[in-house]
Each structure stands twice: as structure tokens, then as C-alpha cells.
């Protein structure tokens, strides 16, 4: 410490303390207080002082703090692959009242996860996503109308009240405990408490049965316009799930990237176990006989063309449309479609908006 700083230093202390000695002279019974004053005083003005004389070592330190939060990357997810989900054969409609806003912390969130790692080689980005995308695993187990039709032996009848009433919604709010737009994703994974009842599509194919009638319906008109669409992957369960992320994200990480990075590529391309439509029975994936891969080229099909254009007349919206990804983190899958109900797909469809821009707008 140089002279001057001393001598201020001493100067200060030595003001206090005969301040004090004054007071504690005049009001003997409050002396107290004037130890008190000096204690604080001198404790303060240290304190003040040592800051003083170090500035440039704080500034300095200040400077790679900064530094170092700027540079640095918060973005990985830290969700457990170990996620407990059961579907009983309880009913339950009421089982989802979450409400939702879509943050710009999530888009994010969400525009940091759709980002590939830098530094993998494109070789191996390449060699991993050669492989058949997950959900093409459920192919084997497919089904058309004929197929739904034949299994009864004859058409299957839909009653008046089954039948999806066709034409534009005026419906402009709606209620976050509503089944039919049930937000699940990687934000909003699927409700401890969110049960519904499996029906059979044809044969060991299920899914929510409420959702069969619908689906049913939308095969027949397709078949009409002279469309034939065969639709795989609808419900999957835990199980399922996990091994298809699981098989993916061992891909990658095969190819030589770090666990972290593979997880966040794979999870654009197969949904976080306990965040998928397919575990709630809601979602289905839909080929044609004449295009059988899942990707990107189904959307420039026939079929694929139909679908997004009718697909809400039945309830159904493309649940992850081009140029939505940074909302959604999942990629363009023009072969994935989820029920909604006609008034929400209506109003997703003819607005160009994605699931999670709907919940932001018109649920309440």
C-alpha cells in the first residue's frame, strides 16, 4: 500500500473514532451506538477500499467470466432415456390441463438441437444417416383398407355419429383438457396420468380407438380419389420406442460421435422416448404399395399431396411440415400424421401452423 493510501486510510479511521469518542462523551447511556457506527464505518470503508485498489485484477476477471459464458454451450438436453410410461384401459379426457406457451427460450432450445456437431466428419454424418429411418422398422407390420375391410369380410359400416362432419371450422378457442390436442413432445412429454383405450385397426395394429372411425373414413376417401394408402407404425409402446432412439443413437455414436452429439441428431429424426404420438395412439405413419420409404420424397407423392390437402376434412394434421423444424425439433416427415379433431386440423391446415403454434394461439 503507497503513503498516500495509508495516510487516507488512517485518516478516515482516525475521524470515525473521535466522532465516536464525542458522541460517547455527550450520551454516555447510548454509547453502544457509537461502537456500533464505528464497527460498520470502518468495515464498509475496508471492504470499499480493497476493491479500490484491486480494479484491474477484478476487471480483468470480470472480462474472461464474460468471456467464457459467451463461448460456452448450455444447450444439451439432460433427459433420461428411463422414462416410465403405462397405457391402461382407463378413459380419461380430463387427464391433460398443462397449459402451454412456446417460449423463445424453447425455439431455442430447439433451434440448438436441429444444429449438427461441426466437427464429425461428413462421412460419418453420411454413413449414419444412410440407414433406414427407425420408422421404417414398423413397415413389416402394415395395413390398407382392403386389408382393414377384408378382416370383417365386409365394408365396415360407419354410423351417422362415427361419421367426421366435413367443411370449415369457425371454432376459435379450445380447452387444454381436450384429448384430441393433447401437446406431446420434447418439451411436453406424455402426462403421468394420460390414459386412454387401445383399439384394433387390423390385426395386431392398434391404436386410440377413438381415433379408428376417422381413419377409417379418411381411407375411403382417399381410395375414391383413387389414392390407396397403407398405413404402418400407428400406436408403439415404451419398449419400442426406446429401442428404435436407442438403435439410433448407438448408430451415430458408432460412427465416432460422443454420445451427446448423437442424441441430439437422433433425436431429429426419432421422437425422445415418453415424448412420442405413437405411445399415445394418436399418430400414424402412411406409405402407398407404389412409395414404401419413409422420407422426404413422399411428399412430393400423390398420396403424400392428397393427405396434406384433405387430411384435415378427417381430423388429421402433418404433424412436422417443412420450414417448422426449429418449433417442432423433428425433421420434415411427410408420412407422419396425427389426429386433432376436424376443428383443430382445419385451423392448423388453412393457417400453415404447427401443432405447438396452435397450443400458443387458440387453447386456453
Request: include cysteine; aromatic fraction near 10%; proline fraction near 3%.
Amino acid at each position: 500500500m503507497d503513503a498516500d493510501n495509508l495516510q487516507k486510510k488512517l485518516t478516515f479511521k482516525n475521524k470515525v473514532i473521535s466522532q465516536v469518542g464525542k458522541f460517547n462523551r455527550k450520551h454516555k447511556a447510548f454509547s453502544f451506538l457509537g461502537m456500533a457506527y464505528a464497527v460498520i464505518a470502518i468495515t464498509c470503508y475496508n471492504f470499499l477500499f480493497y476493491f479500490y485498489r484491486n480494479t484491474k485484477r477484478f476487471t480483468a476477471l470480470a472480462c474472461i467470466i464474460l468471456f467464457f459464458a459467451a463461448s460456452s454451450s448450455f444447450s444439451y438436453p439432460a433427459m433420461s432415456l428411463n422414462i416410465s410410461f403405462a397405457s391402461n384401459n382407463t378413459l380419461d379426457d380430463t387427464a391433460y390441463a398443462e397449459d402451454v406457451v412456446i417460449s423463445e427460450a424453447e425455439v431455442a432450445e430447439s433451434s440448438a438441437e436441429l444444429a449438427a456437431p461441426d466437427d464429425v466428419d461428413e462421412e460419418v454424418l453420411q454413413e449414419a444417416s444412410e440407414v433406414v429411418n427407425p420408422d421404417a422398422a414398423e413397415i413389416e407390420n402394415m395395413v390398407s383398407l382392403n386389408d382393414i375391410l377384408g378382416a370383417d369380410d365386409t365394408e365396415t359400416v360407419i354410423s351417422e355419429d362415427e361419421k367426421v362432419p366435413l367443411g370449415s371450422s369457425t371454432k376459435q378457442t379450445f380447452s387444454s383438457d381436450d384429448w384430441q390436442i393433447v401437446l406431446v413432445n420434447k418439451q411436453h412429454p406424455i402426462p403421468d396420468d394420460y390414459h386412454f383405450n387401445l383399439g384394433t385397426i387390423s390385426g395386431s395394429m392398434q391404436c386410440d380407438e377413438r381415433v379408428i372411425a376417422p381413419l377409417k373414413e379418411m381411407l375411403k376417401a382417399a381410395r375414391a380419389d383413387g389414392v390407396g394408402l397403407i398405413v404402418c407404425s400407428p400406436y408403439r409402446d415404451i419398449d419400442r420406442q426406446t429401442m428404435l432412439f436407442s438403435n439410433k443413437v448407438n448408430r451415430y455414436m458408432g460412427g465416432g460421435m460422443s454420445y451427446m452429439d448423437a442424441y441430439n441428431l437422433a433425436s431429429q429424426a426419432v421422437t425422445v422416448p415418453g415424448s412420442s404420438e405413437h405411445q399415445i395412439g394418436l399418430a400414424v405413419d402412411i406409405i402407398t404399395a407404389d412409395y414404401t420409404s419413409l422420407d422426404e420424397g413422399f411428399g412430393d407423392t400423390t398420396a403424400g399431396k392428397w393427405l396434406a390437402k384433405n387430411s384435415c376434412k378427417y381430423g388429421f394434421i402433418l404433424r412436422y411440415p417443412q420450414g417448422k423444424e426449429e418449433i417442432t425439433s423433428i425433421e420434415y416427415e411427410p408420412w407422419h400424421f396425427r389426429y386433432v379433431g376436424t376443428d383443430a386440423a382445419t385451423i392448423i391446415t388453412e393457417n400453415n401452423i404447427c401443432l405447438e403454434e396452435f397450443w400458443n394461439m387458440y387453447v386456453e
